[in-house]
């Protein structure tokens, strides 16, 4: 069965330093998102991204976040200047349509450490 | 804006026995759905099963099957038969009901340990 998957697994960076976090989602899917995980925390929505542009985007999602779809496979979370507070666990999802019956698939997820 | 709450941090059953997970959650839509994603340890979230509001008959997936009260706002969600494979995180989560590139709200999670 087709899976999100993302890379690095575990990426550790210096505060102030720039990352870039990356999907690939499946293949056939149209909708793409990003949630993070504070450890101990509630998964939280980042932003949504469709048709190129960014359609939803939360509170968290600030001038600091963007995303990218560079080519036609990859999807992209970059964080300009990495403060302590975004050490977190972020997914990648991926859905064909925005309805129940095609629902987000998911990544493993990578945990970015903030040093 | 949406809130889910999972009161049960964690907690644990035995092979083979039933085990009830609790969600609730507020809103004021009428028309969404609800979801609850499986996370065994270090692996990705997968979905184990989802709820149009608008239906009235619980949704079941095998041992997997909720029970939805639309006006209590619970949607909690039962395993039976348990088995060791369904140890992990369980998520409950809500979706809008539009055509937004939707955001899923979750709650905080409920470990679940299968013992055997």
């Known amino acids: 069965e087709p899976e999100v998957t993302q890379t690095p697994s575990h990426q550790v960076t210096q505060m102030g330093q720039e990352v870039i976090l990356r999907c690939v989602p499946i293949s056939n899917h149209l909708y793409f998102y990003w949630y993070r995980q504070i450890l101990g925390q509630k998964v939280e929505f980042l932003v949504s991204f469709y048709n190129n542009e960014i359609s939803e985007k939360s509170e968290i999602f600030d001038d600091q976040f963007s995303v990218e779809r560079p080519d036609g496979s990859n999807f992209t979370l970059k964080i300009r200047s990495t403060k302590l507070e975004d050490s977190a666990m972020y997914f990648c999802a991926s859905s064909r349509d925005t309805y129940s019956n095609q629902p987000q698939h998911f990544g493993d997820g990578t945990r970015l450490s903030i040093l | 804006a949406q809130t889910v709450t999972q009161s049960q941090p964690e907690m644990s059953v035995q092979e083979a026995e039933t085990v009830t997970l609790s969600c609730t959650y507020d809103?004021?839509?009428?028309?969404?759905?609800l979801f609850w994603y499986k996370q065994p340890p270090s692996r990705q979230m997968i979905l184990v099963i989802r709820?149009?509001?608008?239906?009235?008959q619980n949704a079941t997936e095998n041992r997997f099957s909720v029970n939805f009260q639309k006006a209590a706002k619970s949607f909690s969600l039962k395993i039976s038969d348990s088995q060791l494979g369904d140890t992990a995180m369980y998520f409950c989560a809500f979706m809008k009901y539009d055509n937004a590139g939707n955001m899923l709200t979750f709650g905080g999670g409920t470990r679940l340990m299968v013992k055997p």
């Open positions: 709820q149009e509001a608008y239906k009235q």
């Open positions: 809103t004021s839509e009428n028309n969404y759905y």
